[in-house]
């Protein structure tokens, strides 16, 4: 069954949607400085009807179309904020945490293939040891064995090889969640939802993790003080070892 949980350690909820804050307070700002350019207009007008009649305006007739520096300072602060905002949508979020993980990914398949690389000779010493049907051949295998150490595998090299395999693991399942995710119209909806709702930009997130054990995503906005998690929404989407392994041989062409 799919749910949303939640964690709040410092959070006032809206009591209903709200618009992007960085966004209402740009608008705001640059409607009161449009606000005293349109006054200018107006102003200016009057004051050249004046000039052209022989009316004398008083001092400080148009000082109430002045820009003052507050209202520069606000503006420019609302740009600053919008420039360093993020807008991104829920699916934007899984996206770049699907690009993440699979450049992870690549990289720790690169180190499983210079782990098994090194771990290769016990392909060879299998060749040989099941040919050696003749006492000459086990002998000569016997011999090469005692004057090559090397072809011994160390600890190093089988923690290497270990920790190489659970890394592509963990990137391959990290990234095939994100990717899930992002393609999950129902998910992505609901994340966006609860953003909006709770008056928080989703691409301010600080930390989007995901727990296949009991197939739950974490969404943290640490700079807001709070995170939600999503739980359930890869009912179809769970692979085993055994379609792990199918894919495989299917991806090889069935050659092992």
């Known amino acids: 069954m799919r749910h949303l949980s939640l964690s709040v350690s410092l959070l006032v909820i809206a009591s209903a949607a709200q618009a992007e804050p960085t966004i209402s307070q740009l608008e705001a700002t640059a409607r009161a400085i449009q606000s005293q350019l349109q ?3 107006t102003l200016s007008l009057g004051a050249t009807y004046y000039a052209t009649t022989g009316g004398v305006i008083t001092d400080g007739s148009l000082d109430a179309a002045q820009i003052t520096n507050q209202m520069m300072t606000d503006y420019n602060a609302a740009i600053d904020a919008v420039i360093q905002a993020n807008y991104a949508s829920a699916q934007d ?7 993440n993980a699979m450049a992870n990914l690549s990289v720790a398949v690169d180190n499983l293939v210079s782990a098994t690389a090194v771990l290769a000779s016990v392909g060879v010493i299998a060749d040989m040891a099941a040919s050696a049907d003749t006492t000459q051949e086990q ?8 004057n090559d150490p090397g072809l011994q595998i160390t600890q190093a090299e089988v923690s290497n090889y270990n920790t190489s395999l659970d890394a592509v693991e963990s990137y391959a399942q990290q990234a095939g969640s994100f990717l899930a995710a992002a ?3 129902s998910l992505t909806s609901a994340v966006d939802s609860f953003a909006a709702s709770n ?3 989703v691409g301010a997130y600080t930390a989007v993790t995901y727990t296949q054990s009991i197939d739950q995503y974490i969404i943290t906005w640490g700079n807001d003080g709070f995170a939600a998690g999503w739980t359930g929404y890869n009912t179809g989407n769970i692979k085993d070892a055994a379609d792990v392994y199918g894919a495989g041989i299917y991806v090889s062409g069935g050659a092992m």
């Open 39 to 41: 006054l200018s207009n």
């Open 139 to 146: 002998v000569a295998l016997q011999t090469m064995l005692t």
């Open 93 to 99: 979020v899984f996206l770049e945490q699907h690009n």
């Open 183 to 185: 393609n999950n119209s």
């Open 199 to 201: 008056n928080v930009a």
